[in-house]
């Protein structure tokens, strides 16, 4: 814009709009309104970097993961459709992402000694996001469709 227009105030719908159009675009929540499907390849590297040690490249876990080791905790579960990530909603997977097994399942009362770490300390609500996003895509449709139904009432969805 040129200071003779500015000063006239006599501006094109362009030149007002465009700085507006931009500053939107790049925030955020336009990037994820505009690209609504996860970003499946994120998800598995991270995965790999940060959870695959413990529950497998392949996310069938460790073996006997329902058996609790001499210490009393529990090998890390699998992640496919074979474990137990999938009968819990979205909300407690994120939040046992964040602060880890012991702090969740101790503020919920039950009795079970988790080995599993936190990782809000490491990973953002956009990578445990993206992480979960690239796990459930591992499962069948039909239990993709019981783990949403279970993250909707969890939520409190009608």
Request: with cysteine; hydrophobic share 40%; aromatic share 8%.
């Amino acid at each position: 814009m040129t200071i003779a227009k500015r000063r006239a105030g006599r501006f094109s719908a362009v030149e007002v709009a465009l700085p507006a159009v931009v500053l939107l675009l790049s925030a955020p929540q336009a990037r994820a309104f505009f690209h609504n499907s996860p970003d499946l390849e994120q998800g598995r590297v991270i995965y790999t970097a940060n959870c695959a040690s413990c529950h497998g490249a392949d996310l069938a876990g460790q073996p006997d993961w329902q058996t609790a080791d001499a210490d009393g905790t529990y090998p890390a579960p699998p992640h496919d459709a074979s474990g137990h990530t999938w009968h819990h909603g979205d909300i407690m997977l994120r939040d046992y992402i964040k602060r880890g097994g012991q702090a969740v399942l101790g503020e919920m009362g039950v009795a079970y000694a988790s080995g599993m770490p936190a990782f809000g300390d490491r990973l953002t609500d956009s990578d445990i996001e993206a992480v979960l996003d690239y796990i459930k895509s591992t499962w069948p449709e039909d239990i993709r469709a019981i783990q949403a139904e279970r993250s909707a009432i969890e939520a409190g969805a009608p």
